[in-house]
Nanobody
Framework: QVQLVESGGGLVQAGGSLRLSCAASGRTFSNYAMGWFRQAPGKERELVAAINWSGGVTYYADSVKGRFTVSRDNAKNTVYLQMNSLKPEDTAVYYC????????????????WGQGTQVTVSS
Protein backbone atom coordinates (compact mmCIF):
# COMPACT_ATOMS: atom_id res chain seq x y z
CA GLN A 1 0.00 0.00 0.00
CA VAL A 2 1.03 3.56 -0.71
CA GLN A 3 -0.66 6.43 1.05
CA LEU A 4 -0.68 9.76 -0.77
CA VAL A 5 -1.59 13.15 0.66
CA GLU A 6 -1.80 16.25 -1.51
CA SER A 7 -1.44 19.80 -0.27
CA GLY A 8 -0.90 23.28 -1.66
CA GLY A 9 -4.17 23.94 -3.40
CA GLY A 10 -6.09 27.15 -2.99
CA LEU A 11 -7.54 30.21 -4.65
CA VAL A 12 -5.32 32.23 -6.96
CA GLN A 13 -5.87 34.93 -9.57
CA ALA A 14 -5.28 34.24 -13.22
CA GLY A 15 -1.61 34.55 -14.04
CA GLY A 16 -0.59 33.46 -10.57
CA SER A 17 1.27 30.39 -9.36
CA LEU A 18 0.77 27.52 -6.97
CA ARG A 19 2.91 24.57 -6.00
CA LEU A 20 1.19 21.33 -5.16
CA SER A 21 2.90 18.70 -3.05
CA CYS A 22 2.11 15.03 -2.69
CA ALA A 23 3.64 13.24 0.28
CA ALA A 24 3.88 9.47 0.07
CA SER A 25 4.17 6.87 2.78
CA GLY A 26 4.09 3.11 2.87
CA ARG A 27 6.04 1.22 0.25
CA THR A 28 9.25 2.50 -1.30
CA PHE A 29 8.37 5.74 -3.01
CA SER A 30 11.20 5.53 -5.52
CA ASN A 31 9.72 2.32 -6.94
CA TYR A 32 6.81 4.26 -8.35
CA ALA A 33 6.20 6.57 -11.23
CA MET A 34 3.88 9.38 -10.24
CA GLY A 35 1.14 11.24 -12.02
CA TRP A 36 -0.85 14.39 -11.44
CA PHE A 37 -4.45 14.30 -12.59
CA ARG A 38 -7.22 16.86 -12.41
CA GLN A 39 -10.97 16.78 -12.63
CA ALA A 40 -13.16 19.79 -13.18
CA PRO A 41 -16.91 19.74 -12.47
CA GLY A 42 -18.75 17.95 -15.24
CA LYS A 43 -15.56 16.86 -16.95
CA GLU A 44 -13.59 13.64 -17.09
CA ARG A 45 -10.45 13.21 -15.07
CA GLU A 46 -7.37 13.99 -17.12
CA LEU A 47 -3.70 13.28 -16.71
CA VAL A 48 -1.79 16.55 -16.73
CA ALA A 49 1.74 15.41 -15.84
CA ALA A 50 3.71 12.29 -15.06
CA ILE A 51 7.23 11.56 -13.88
CA ASN A 52 9.24 8.37 -13.81
CA TRP A 53 10.87 6.91 -10.72
CA SER A 54 14.09 8.91 -11.02
CA GLY A 55 12.62 12.15 -12.26
CA GLY A 56 14.50 11.86 -15.51
CA VAL A 57 11.49 11.35 -17.74
CA THR A 58 8.38 13.49 -17.68
CA TYR A 59 5.15 13.92 -19.60
CA TYR A 60 2.87 16.95 -19.86
CA ALA A 61 -0.54 17.35 -21.38
CA ASP A 62 -0.60 19.93 -24.14
CA SER A 63 -2.91 22.11 -22.07
CA VAL A 64 -0.24 22.64 -19.39
CA LYS A 65 3.00 22.28 -21.32
CA GLY A 66 5.30 25.21 -20.69
CA ARG A 67 3.35 26.31 -17.61
CA PHE A 68 3.47 23.31 -15.25
CA THR A 69 6.55 21.47 -14.00
CA VAL A 70 6.50 18.10 -12.27
CA SER A 71 9.41 17.08 -10.04
CA ARG A 72 10.14 14.69 -7.21
CA ASP A 73 12.39 14.35 -4.22
CA ASN A 74 12.78 10.68 -3.41
CA ALA A 75 14.64 11.47 -0.20
CA LYS A 76 11.53 13.30 1.00
CA ASN A 77 9.02 10.87 -0.55
CA THR A 78 7.36 13.81 -2.25
CA VAL A 79 6.30 14.76 -5.74
CA TYR A 80 5.55 18.34 -6.73
CA LEU A 81 3.57 20.15 -9.37
CA GLN A 82 4.66 23.73 -9.93
CA MET A 83 1.89 25.57 -11.72
CA ASN A 84 2.63 28.96 -13.28
CA SER A 85 0.60 31.31 -15.46
CA LEU A 86 -2.58 29.76 -14.14
CA LYS A 87 -5.77 30.15 -16.12
CA PRO A 88 -9.42 29.88 -15.03
CA GLU A 89 -9.64 26.66 -17.04
CA ASP A 90 -7.05 25.12 -14.69
CA THR A 91 -9.67 25.15 -11.95
CA ALA A 92 -10.17 21.57 -10.78
CA VAL A 93 -9.50 19.09 -8.03
CA TYR A 94 -5.93 17.88 -8.46
CA TYR A 95 -4.92 14.35 -7.53
CA CYS A 96 -1.59 12.62 -7.35
CA UNK A 97 -1.33 8.94 -8.09
CA UNK A 98 1.29 6.20 -8.04
CA UNK A 99 2.05 3.67 -10.76
CA UNK A 100 4.57 0.85 -10.63
CA UNK A 101 5.39 1.51 -14.28
CA UNK A 102 5.97 4.84 -15.97
CA UNK A 103 3.35 5.10 -18.69
CA UNK A 104 3.82 8.56 -20.13
CA UNK A 105 0.60 9.88 -21.56
CA UNK A 106 -1.32 6.66 -20.85
CA UNK A 107 -3.59 7.42 -17.88
CA UNK A 108 -4.18 3.82 -16.76
CA UNK A 109 -2.29 1.67 -14.32
CA UNK A 110 -2.29 4.05 -11.38
CA UNK A 111 -2.98 1.94 -8.32
CA UNK A 112 -2.87 4.45 -5.50
CA TRP A 113 -4.53 7.85 -5.25
CA GLY A 114 -4.56 10.79 -2.93
CA GLN A 115 -7.71 12.51 -1.73
CA GLY A 116 -7.25 15.53 -3.96
CA THR A 117 -6.70 19.23 -3.43
CA GLN A 118 -8.85 22.01 -4.87
CA VAL A 119 -7.29 24.59 -7.16
CA THR A 120 -9.45 27.56 -8.09
CA VAL A 121 -8.24 30.21 -10.51
CA SER A 122 -10.27 33.41 -10.64
CA SER A 123 -10.41 35.62 -13.70
Amino acid sequence: QVQLVESGGGLVQAGGSLRLSCAASGRTFSNYAMGWFRQAPGKERELVAAINWSGGVTYYADSVKGRFTVSRDNAKNTVYLQMNSLKPEDTAVYYCAANLRYSGSYPRGYDYWGQGTQVTVSS
